[in-house]
């Protein structure tokens, strides 16, 4: 069973890049797509995009300009970068796994990260 | 984008009832739907794939239909552990969206 753990600080100044890592444990890395979801507090669920081991990548056009997700398969991590962040970017972050269908079957629990000064 | 569009947004029930969440697609996205539970604090949780195929390890209460536009989520006689929050997922286009989300209330 796969497991999945986000790290990362969770208070990110306006205009700096929000950085966080998922650990990934239980599964191959080279097996899934990997995803990076987010939820602003008390609202719905929007996707940023995923990465595949290969480096294959395909990003939410309304995040494209600022998003990065990379697969590090040596540590059996993947990673998110959304530069120039603002307040509208505060939400608990999840990082996620797919097949490659699309549906997500496993998830981390999740981080609350803070745009603020 | 695909605008995914839930009904109702809040639901009251019992235990022991029959409810039924409706997602409609703003266009066609063939069966690739998944419905997700989410309780209070937690990550969801997939339910269902491909419009109906349950998830290893969720209950047989729960069941899903429908295709191109108009989905259902079923659960045929609820449960004290099924009380909080529903989203439908569409994958069949990038960029992959959800529901507003359902919430279901203890009446």
């Known amino acids: 069973q796969v497991q999945l753990q986000e790290s990362g600080p969770r208070l990110v100044k306006p205009s700096e890049t929000l950085s966080l890592t998922c650990s990934v444990s239980?599964?191959?890395?080279?097996?899934?797509?990997w995803s990076w979801i987010r939820q602003p507090p008390g609202k719905g669920l929007e996707w940023i995009g995923y990465s595949y081991y290969t480096g294959s990548t395909n990003y939410n056009p309304s995040l494209k300009s600022r998003v990065t997700i990379s697969v590090d398969t040596s540590k059996n991590q993947f990673s998110l970068k959304l530069t120039s962040v603002t307040a509208a970017d505060t939400a608990i972050y999840y990082c996620?796994?797919?097949?490659?269908?699309?549906?997500?079957?496993?998830w981390g629990p999740g981080t609350l990260v803070t745009v603020s000064s | 984008d695909i605008q995914m569009t839930q009904s109702p947004s809040t639901l009251s029930a019992s235990v022991g009832d029959r409810v039924t969440i409706t997602c409609r697609a703003s266009?066609?996205?063939?069966?690739?739907l998944a419905w997700y539970q989410q309780k209070p604090g937690k990550a969801p949780r997939l339910l269902i794939f491909?419009?109906?195929t349950l998830q290893s390890g969720v209950p047989s209460r729960f069941s899903g239909s429908g295709s191109g536009t108009d989905f259902t989520l079923t659960i045929s006689s609820l449960q004290p552990d099924d009380f909080a929050t529903y989203f439908c997922?569409?994958?069949?286009?990038?960029?992959?969206?959800f529901g507003q989300g359902a919430k279901l209330e203890i009446k």
């Open positions: 491909k419009a109906s």
């Open positions: 239980g599964g191959s890395i080279r097996s899934y797509y």
């Open positions: 266009q066609s996205i063939s069966r690739w």
């Open positions: 996620a796994s797919s097949l490659g269908s699309g549906d997500f079957d496993y």
């Open positions: 997922q569409q994958y069949n286009t990038h960029p992959y969206t």
